[in-house]
Structure formats: structure tokens, C-alpha cells
């Protein structure tokens, strides 16, 4: 990962992608640094994603709620103020949405599993 100089975001200038889930809509609003990636992600209501992902992340819920589930059937709410991290290859998550939700997110090769 390179060095990053000071440098503000203006996330109302950030254009929106869409991406589908399996149900409803993610809107990301992404900035790509070398080996970093941050994103202010809004799930639709009634969103759940279309994939286990595997891929590290550090998630802050920003406003609303949703659940993180696990693979192995574990579920994890996640509400205002929350957050949570995982590295790299070490679970298979995915996100569901019942009402909204608006996260922060970031990942990015400090993620990488190391064992």
C-alpha cells in the first residue's frame, strides 16, 4: 500500500454504481487507493446480497440496521454506531436488509490473511 497525502472526500460528489443482490439494491460510493478501498454503501429495503463473500472488511453502520450472517448459521445484527472486521478468507458473510441501511465501509490488502 502506498501513501496516501491528506486529502478530504466530498461524498456528495462520489457517483453512485448499483448493484443487485439476490433481492433488492446495493448503492456504492467508492474512492480506490492502492491497496485500499473505502465505500459508503446503502442497501435497499428488502436487500440480501448474492454471495458469500469472503473478502475482509471493516464495516461501521452508519444509519439503520442489518444482519451480517455467518455460513455457519451465526446471524449478527448490526445497528447504528456498530461495527465489525474481519480479515481476509477467515469467513463467509453476507449482508441482509430488511428496512435500509447506510454503511461505511473499508477494505483493502491490510485485510490479507496471514496465517
Known sequence: MSNILFQTIDWTSIEKTIHEGETGTAYWQTVQFSGLRIRIVEYSKGYMADHWCQKGHIVHCLEGEFVSELST????????????????????????????????????????NNS
Open 73 to 112: 448459521g451465526e446471524n449478527f445484527v448490526l445497528t447504528k454506531g456498530m461495527s465489525y472486521v474481519v480479515s481476509d478468507e477467515l469467513s463467509s458473510h453476507r449482508s441482509v436488509c430488511e428496512n435500509g441501511v447506510k454503511l461505511l465501509i473499508v477494505d483493502g490488502d491490510f485485510l490479507k
